[in-house]
């Protein structure tokens, strides 16, 4: 076998290895972040109700619903689709007057020693005042605090880095620190922990992208000294 057929065999392999990796890291740890399977696969200290202007610890406050559209819930909110679909679901609430109260949480088992990006989406279902979640893994407030933005119906991301150290297991909270009657009122969806890819995984697509661009010139400038010798 030549070298430049073992070369090839190796960076085909390296690069098979790489995108192998990299669909394993990239699954999702969280069971129902998207919430299809409806109002399972989470703790939360809100109370579940198809109508988010009643009940609750006043005009509906701490209360939430899992639907396909916020104004399901209250004919004051905005009209939009959830995130992963336009049509599936999403967590709708009325933010809490309690300080501190969880608004979702979940536990899920994590390799110690690995890095992660928490992230989710959110969008207001009023205009003015938004929600302002604080993240706590493992009872340690993140410093990234997400804020909903102003105008409604409108998805916007956020993220965090995590890093479990010591530790193989990961308690994600989240907690409305606005505690405003007015407004307040938002919607989750597609809430994610994903491992971030490894150095090796990196490495080694990078060694096999090397190798076929190579060949690519390789063969490029083979097809020129041709087309110049048939010239002569």
């Not at 065999?9 to 299809?36: E, R, W, Y």
């Not at 396909?68 to 999403?90: A, E, I, L, R, V």
């Not at 005042?129 to 410093?143: E, S």
Request: aromatic content about 10%; glycine content about 12%.
């Amino acid at each position: 076998m030549n070298v430049y057929r073992t070369m090839k065999i190796a960076a085909g392999g390296l690069a098979l290895l790489a995108l192998s990796q990299g669909a394993a890291v990239a699954q999702n740890l969280i069971t129902n972040g998207d919430f299809t399977s409806g109002n399972t696969g989470f703790t939360t200290g809100y109370n579940y109700s198809s109508s988010l202007s009643s009940g609750g610890e006043g005009a509906g406050e701490g209360n939430y619903y899992v639907t396909t559209n916020p104004n399901n819930t209250q004919s004051g909110f905005s009209s939009f689709g959830d995130h992963t679909t336009g049509s599936g679901n999403m967590m709708v609430i009325n933010g809490s007057t309690v300080a501190s109260k969880t608004l979702w949480q979940d536990t899920v088992s994590v390799t110690a020693g690995r890095n992660f990006t928490f992230s989710l989406w959110m969008a207001s279902a009023v205009a003015g005042t938004p929600a302002t979640l604080q993240v706590y893994i493992n009872n340690a407030l993140q410093t990234t605090t997400f804020t909903a933005p102003s105008g409604a119906g409108t998805w916007q991301q956020f993220s965090l880095n995590w890093s479990s150290t010591g530790t193989n297991s990961a308690t994600i909270r989240l907690v409305d620190s606005n505690t405003t009657v007015g407004g307040n009122d938002f919607a989750i969806d597609d809430i994610r922990l994903v491992p971030e890819p490894s150095t090796y995984a990196a490495g080694a697509f990078l060694v096999g992208a090397g190798f076929f661009a190579w060949r690519r010139h390789r063969h490029a400038a083979a097809k020129k000294a041709t087309t110049v010798t048939e010239m002569a």
